[in-house]
């Protein structure tokens, strides 16, 4: 059995130890491995390479991926996959592992459904899918940021500033979330729950001003944004020096954290084992302390939300 | 209502932010909260102060623990465990948290048993509790692990040398099995199944030579030891130099990382939630995927094992 | 004799290993140690407050200062700083160590006019005082800035995309050329010599596309800026997907690294030493290889040039 | 013109960015560069091949040598030389690298006394080359030990101890002197200076406890060595748990810092601008301030000695 491996989408560190777990895994079983370059568009491009337990040496502690990513519009069109899935073909490629988003996952099903066996391994910063507990690369990006963040406090306190800190995270707060207890910052605006009530924003300030707090840390998820902006309008108010800065790129790289890598490996295992099996349309996940899988549709299906229990807890920390 | 609270055993990073999140969530809740200093030698020692939300400011990044931590043999005792029952009774304390690792709860148990209401939250960077599978220091501790070891690699490898690296874990090889998945190492001994096979290491060595393999590391728990001995044993029968470092005490400290920092916070929060509901005798834990908590005498019943998966996928990613 | 002193300016790491040399030296050599918050604003304030050896336990590893900082604009006036060496000596206060950037030294050489014996010490994270070939907070800096374009490179790399990567250095390339040279950037603009010759840039990409690289980095300075609409027009230009990342305050801060704390504690000791032997209006200078020292007026004088090898050589590297 | 490059002796961070540099200065020059593998032995073994500018890609950010390096007794033996010199002619290469410490000059001498032109490159994380104020790999080992030394001052104040942290350096004190100065220890034992007085470290530690201090923070160069047996001496004597910790192999490990890699490009792409000069027997240095470079036997000739102000200063500093 030959078996191709993609990455796809947004890249995340962990990636390149999931590529290598799915290829150590997959030779010592007796398979044989393809890689494709730049995810779905590699497809097309028949840009397909045999892998050995060499190919993918010197690359677990690597941040980003060895196997390139790129979005692929075309490939949401139905006889781009039909193309997609005649190259596999041709190539000898039975089954497919994707390691990606949701975005990604759609793409899978869709060679699924054309008699390629697919498997979805989560790899996002972001956190944003449902079925699972752990995302390739989440835990690197909160380090990353909180890292940042305590860099930004020894200055910021220095200076007795206010400071917005904008972090990844467009439709989810999770980086947000966690780099803000994290970090002890004073407020945190998250697009699940932020409700454009700045005044109140204004209202914490000038209270914790007049208790003494003289240094304010707000961390600003990227689908709030406005964090530019937004410094100027509550300096203009609060007459208190205030600044953002935007971290961007940097938390989407770095050699990825121990766990990163340790759970990068072992989904990517899962992945090989579940094609192994004859599985196909499956995602790998980390659910309630263990690594499973789910049917994609299914598990696009499922709605994440913020713990309740975090939210709570983060307003009594900062007190 | 006025609680206690006091760290125990080994330090481990993020002990300070359970801390803190005691003291905070309390004084948002109403209690007044009492530092003892140095664990149980603190209480016999009365070495009790008073804590406000200012006495936690700026712990939250730090390593160790503020509140001191010592040992204390006498409180194996019941004499000197119902004197720090009236001692504590005398200073108003009805509530205790008690942050450390199996021997701490015993502690904490012989309180409850003598009228103090104790929550017990898991720390050790060994995470060798078994009713939890999070105990604060442990992520800190093997992304500690694993820079040290990514180090190590390069001169190794610039040496082609075996190397031997000996990580903490006494009893359990957790820390070894997880920092040696995340550095790629060739071979990992655990306390737990270490068969004191040395052929069988060698001739692993002297394969891996023959296949071209010239870097070949070692991750050994403290609880199999004798690295240096070891490494003076392979390298006289394999000829390869051959050098063992032990990591020591740099895996204690250390700024916790993002997942400790924010773990900790949110148990600390629960073990002062459950003293406002009048709970006793509980340890917080985080199982299967939420943070719960367990009666002690029960969670110092139940066993630990090394997970089946990673043990066998450790072995086949290293091919 | 009592000293008194001050951090000024912009921040930088290392700046609290240099207070904590003065007044340890100074105790040792039996002066009298005086703080002043905020700058020259405390003075004004009369923040001043005694200071003993414990004051600057557990500062050595923190960024930022513990003095805090302000910048003063009434300072420039000779009335206030007429009123400010009547406070000093009202407190006291026969010498001053000014721990800043030339703006905070011209301050140092109003008040040595006036009587007070100052001593100022270089620290600004941009490199940008001429008498030294050091000055505190650079090397944390520059470090920074490299680890974060690291991570960016990751991910860039992953996406085959050109990014535009802005630093610190208003009017001084330092952190840029040393970070260039330090990630093995493809292009770095700096204010001393960038001539606006964006075809120039853009046929550099190009020309590298054509090569066979695809990753394409650019470092560009605080002091040339536009980065965002710079990466517009190069991304309508070349087809390329192309983003810019300011790196902004996270380069303040963080625990300074060893070299920023060694040469902070001999330069802090200087500044002590300078005083106890009588001297005024000098600054602590590391020059040639040894720590010395200048009249204020001549380091004002003085001018300071990017070195030419370097300029030479980072062109070379990236071949 | 042929030249050849090697890496030789103990490894350390940054010389892959000195290769770098060499090979693409070299090349941008019209020359012609090849790399010989394992230092001198590679000579002897001929293991010699070209190298072009993307030999050098995705090295300027990894610890440890690309080339390998071998210590290799046999060249110290005239017709060894000989033999390394004519297989260097039979290759073509006219001008040699060598990148390493005092030892590895002596054999760059011995191939110049034979016709081929050498320049050395300092490469030691030790310190011990006296022509130079810097050497490759210093920076990022004093940064590593330091980091260390953070992590353990957490844990050790945590119980209140007395450690001992053994760094490296045989037989000079400078990762100790730095070090020790960085992280605020009580103490610093150094090969030069040692004098056998554990009574006097002992009257020390006991002094402080009186104080009220109550962590003991010793660093201990490698050439004083004797940690454990010195901490079992003084828990016996003190009674106070002392702990010895020898950090070991991971000083010379690690990503370089941000020095590293641009002075040991500045290094490297100095050596090839002698080679291209028609030097030869010449070693690189950084003196007073700037790049320059030295006759090896001149070099080998002279004397380094320990900062005398920095030896008075950190006894000052920990008051």
Redo the contacts between chains.
């Keep these: 059995m030959t078996i191709g491996i993609l ?1 796809s989408g947004g ?1 995340a ?1 962990g990636m390149n130890a999931a590529v ?2 799915v290829v ?2 997959a ?2 079983d007796g398979m044989k491995v393809k890689g494709i370059s730049r995810g779905y568009s590699g497809i097309l491009d028949e840009d397909i390479f045999e892998m050995d ?1 060499l190919s993918v040496a010197d690359t ?6 060895k196997l ?3 979005r692929c519009k075309e490939f949401y069109l139905p006889e781009y996959q039909q193309k997609a899935a005649d190259i596999l073909r041709k190539n000898g490629i039975e089954g497919l592992v994707v390691i990606g988003g949701d975005g990604s996952f759609r793409g899978a099903q869709a060679l699924s459904r054309l008699g390629i066996r697919t498997i979805g391994v989560p790899a996002t910063i972001d956190m944003d899918i449902a079925c699972t ?1 752990y995302t390739i690369g989440f ?1 690197t990006a ?5 890292e ?1 963040i ?11 500033r206010c ?1 917005i800190i904008e972090v990844m995270g467009r439709r989810a707060g999770y980086i947000a979330l ?2 803000a ?4 910052a004073e407020e945190v605006l998250l697009p699940e729950t932020y409700d454009n009530d700045e005044e109140r924003i204004i209202a914490h300030i000038l209270e914790n001003r007049s208790k003494g707090k003289r240094l304010h840390m707000i961390i600003n998820a990227e689908g709030v944004g406005d964090s530019l902006a937004m410094a100027e309008r509550i300096q203009r108010r609060v007459g208190i020096d205030t ?1 953002a ?11 990825p ?3 990163d ?2 759970y990068a ?2 989904m990517g ?1 899962k992945a090989e084992e579940l094609l192994r099996d004859g599985k196909s349309n499956r995602v790998v996940a980390y ?3 263990e ?1 499973t899988d789910f049917d994609i549709e299914e598990a696009l299906a499922m709605q994440k939300h913020l713990p309740e ?2 939210l709570l ?1 983060s307003r ?4």
């Design positions: 990455t890249d560190p290598r777990a150590r895994t030779i010592v337990s677990l502690t690597r941040g980003g991926t390139l990513t790129a507990e835990d909160i380090n990353t940021a909180m940042a305590d860099k930004i406090r020894d200055t910021s306190a220095s200076h007795e400071c966690y780099s207890i994290a970090s002890g600044r800065t935007l971290l961007g790129h940097i938390q989407r790289g770095g050699s954290t121990c766990k890598r340790v490996s072992m295992a659910y309630h302390g690594y229990d975090m807890i009594k920390l900062i007190r």
